[in-house]
């Protein structure tokens, strides 16, 4: 696997005194206590300019949070587009919230890829050195992966 390519880290929001412990856990393991994973500057550090795949809980708050902030750095970011969950509230549902946010980072510029058009790509996934920049490559040719159209 390639060392420059994609890595994984479990971000957990943690307000708590327990927070604090795992935010000096080994990498691989992060806490956060604000929305945008990056808050953590360890975990920023880490992540450096490397592209980011997002995927978790909450739609609306920490991937939210975290896929505004990567966008905005000018950096890389696909969003798994059904493997992020949100709750109902405000008259709205579940599924209708995760639709408005999976639209707005599509129009702000992130990759949006299906967990099955993802997991088609695994093999290849684990030693691309711009893992964002295969998925658009092979997923575009099947349609499940949905880009922001041309200007």
């Not at 997991?119 to 684990?126: H, Q, V």
């Amino acid at each position: 696997m390639s060392t420059e390519g994609a890595a994984v880290c479990i971000v957990r929001h943690d307000d708590d005194a327990a927070g604090a412990a795992l935010a000096q856990a080994p990498l691989g393991q992060r806490a956060k206590s604000v929305g945008n994973a990056r808050s953590n500057a360890a975990l920023g550090a880490w992540v450096g300019a490397r592209p980011v795949l997002l995927l978790g809980a909450q739609s609306d708050m920490c991937v939210d949070a975290t896929a505004t902030a990567v966008l905005a750095l000018g950096l890389k970011v696909a969003v798994v587009s059904d493997a992020h969950a949100t709750v109902a509230y405000f008259g709205s549902t579940a599924n209708q919230i995760i639709a408005l946010h999976n639209a707005k980072w599509c129009d702000a510029g992130a990759v949006m890829v299906s967990a099955d058009a993802l997991d088609n790509l695994a093999s290849l996934l684990s030693e691309s050195s711009d893992p964002i920049a295969l998925i658009e490559k092979n997923c575009r040719k099947s349609n499940n992966i949905v880009v922001p159209a041309p200007h």
